[in-house]
């Protein structure tokens, strides 16, 4: 009927635009990987331009200030690692998600490379590792209050957030930081004087999420979430605090130093 062959036309017009434009043809989506994003540039927002407005800010304001923090660091006391990982919205699945063994076996050819090969070495050296889980939180939207904890959300414009623990329900499927590992980070951003607000995600019963930190720390490493607060989060255009990537990347590049 009309409306098929109108489809038809439509479809065929793109791909004739494609074609001319990239060389790609209809069977090389077969093998694509596509990300349809807003077409609008990230810019900045405010009355004083102190925020930044633009997509994918959920965890591209993490990667990048933690990228440029360990490409800052000379001397770590320790080995210092950026890792990157993906999928983390569908379970962090995959050779590329933080599910996979990627990491361990990167950990375990640094340990061959070093020549040190003892039983239960690899075990060990994830029980004396500690780790920021670079990660946004949800910070209080004024205009969506009733979802949000007010004593102990994250606050735009009041420095980067700690998460002792996230998960839904309270702390159901979460990575709860022990004690000693939230002092020892307090104490680094103090000392540095960096501004940090402690937050949950959301009420219990509410609001809730969840992150890559239990992966690790069901390993053995010592993991706190540490991050952004995100105003529309996973929206097309995330709103953040200028001051907040700051000392996001401030805290990353105290943590990689020490």
Same mark, same amino acid.
């Given at each position: ?6 489809k ?6 793109? /791909?004739? @635009?494609?074609?001319?434009? %990239?060389? @790609?043809?209809?069977?090389?989506? @077969? ?7 807003? *077409? ?6 405010? &009355? ?5 407005a ?8 993490? !990667? ?5 923090a ?8 320790? +080995?210092?690692i950026c890792? &990157?990982? #993906? ?15 990627v $990491?361990? +076996? &990167?950990?375990a ?6 020549g ?9 050296? $994830?029980?004396?590792?500690?780790m920021?889980? *670079?990660?946004? #939180? ?10 949000? #904890?007010?004593?102990?959300?994250? $606050? ?8 002792? %623990? ?15 590992? !939230?002092?020892?980070?307090? +104490? /680094? ?6 501004? &940090?607000?402690?937050t949950?995600?959301?009420?219990? #019963? !509410? ?8 992966i690790?720390?069901?390993?053995? !490493?010592?993991v @706190? ?11 097309? %255009?995330?709103?953040?605090?200028? %001051?907040?990537?700051y ?12």
């Amino acid at each position: 009927d009309n409306g098929e062959e109108e489809k038809d036309a439509v479809k065929l017009n793109i /791909l004739r @635009i494609l074609n001319k434009k %990239y060389g @790609i043809t209809e069977e090389d989506f @077969i093998s694509s990987e596509l990300e349809i994003v807003p *077409a609008f540039k990230a810019r900045s927002a405010g &009355f004083d331009e102190s925020m930044v407005a633009g997509y994918g800010q959920d965890d591209k304001v993490c !990667v990048y200030t933690s990228l440029r923090a360990i490409l800052n660091v000379n001397n770590p006391k320790r +080995t210092a690692i950026c890792l &990157f990982s #993906d999928k983390e919205e569908i379970g962090s699945m995959g050779n590329t998600g933080m599910e996979s063994n990627v $990491f361990a +076996t &990167f950990v375990a050819e640094l340990l061959n490379k070093l020549g040190i090969n003892r039983p239960n070495l690899l075990d060990k050296v $994830f029980c004396n590792s500690k780790m920021l889980s *670079a990660d946004v #939180d949800a910070g209080v939207d004024p205009l969506y209050s009733d979802v949000s #904890d007010m004593d102990n959300g994250g $606050f735009m414009g009041h420095g980067m957030s700690l998460n002792k %623990y996230t998960g839904s329900g309270g702390k159901y499927n979460a990575s709860d930081a022990n004690a000693e590992f !939230v002092s020892e980070i307090r +104490t /680094l951003f103090n000392n540095n004087n960096i501004k &940090f607000q402690i937050t949950e995600l959301g009420k219990v #019963d !509410v609001g809730g999420g969840g992150t890559i930190a239990y992966i690790l720390a069901n390993r053995g !490493v010592d993991v @706190i979430d540490c991050g952004v607060p995100v105003l529309s989060m996973h929206s097309p %255009y995330e709103l953040t605090s200028k %001051y907040d990537i700051y000392t996001a990347y401030r805290g990353y590049l105290a943590f990689f130093n020490n």
